[in-house]
Nanobody, 119 residues
Framework: QVQLVESGGGLVQPGGSLRLSCAAS????????MGWFRRAPGKQRELVAH???????SYADSVKGRFTISRDNAKNTVYLQMNSLQPEDTGVYFC?????????????WGQGTQVTVSS
């Protein structure tokens, strides 16, 4: 059974940074794509960043140049480095395991970690 556990969320001032982590177990982590999603208040969940098993990345336009997704297959962990955070980045962030090495659909989800950007 796949388990994904996020950590690293919290309260940060605008312009600040956070690094989210997602530790995976119960799967051969290295062969699957991983994604970070967020659900902002009053909005639908959106894909923020995605990384293939080979390390190729893609980002939502709203976070390009500010967020960086990376993975450490030896540690079964995917990261989301978030810089220059803005209030509109507030939300619950989820990591998810892709069904293929390239991407979704995303079948397994973590419980989410809250990110609040506020002064």
């Amino acid at each position: 059974q796949v388990q994904l556990v996020e950590s690293g969320g919290g309260l940060v001032q605008p312009g600040g940074s956070l690094r989210l982590s997602c530790a995976a177990s119960g799967t051969i982590f290295s062969i699957n794509a991983m994604g970070w999603f967020r659900r902002a208040p009053g909005k639908q969940r959106e894909l923020v960043a995605h990384i293939t098993s080979g390390g190729s990345t893609s980002y939502a336009d709203s976070v390009k140049g500010r967020f960086t997704i990376s993975r450490d297959n030896a540690k079964n962990t995917v990261y989301l480095q978030m810089n220059s955070l803005q209030p509109e980045d507030t939300g619950v962030y989820f990591c998810a395991l892709g069904r293929s090495r390239w991407g979704g659909p995303y079948d397994s989800w973590g419980q989410g970690t809250q990110v609040t950007v506020s002064s």
